[in-house]
């Protein structure tokens, strides 16, 4: 049961680590160089999360998180990107997608 609510954790702090892209890609997407509130407010979120990750890394093993934080974290922004940014997909993007995955379940194999 830990490890499951450890991984919950995770998934929560990934999902506010891509929060946090949002904002650091909107920022520099304007014809600014930057637009500081939003570069601000991103760092801000990414501080949020690895306070979080401070809390989470205490009673748990990094490895397993590790692999969950990375995984997720690039579902979460090809996600953001395709549906928010109109980014388009190659085959080889599903397949590395699909490969993470893999890993996860091999993963979780050993918990």
């Known amino acids: 049961m830990r490890i499951f609510l450890s991984i919950l954790f995770v998934l929560f ?6 929060f946090g892209d949002f904002f650091i890609k909107i920022s520099g997407n304007s014809g600014k160089f930057v ?8 760092i801000l979120i990414y501080g949020l999360s690895a306070f979080g990750w401070f809390l989470i890394m205490k009673n748990s093993k990094l490895s397993i ?8 974290t690039v579902l979460f922004l090809v996600l953001l990107g395709v549906f928010y ?10 397949i590395g997608l699909i490969l993470g995955f ?10």
């Open 13 to 18: 702090l990934s999902a506010v680590g891509v």
């Open 35 to 42: 637009i500081w509130k939003y570069l601000i407010l991103g």
């Open 65 to 72: 998180l590790g692999a969950v934080n990375s995984v997720f």
């Open 85 to 94: 940014f109109k980014d388009s997909l190659s085959v080889w993007e599903i």
């Open 102 to 111: 893999s890993s996860l379940i091999i993963l979780g194999k050993y918990l």
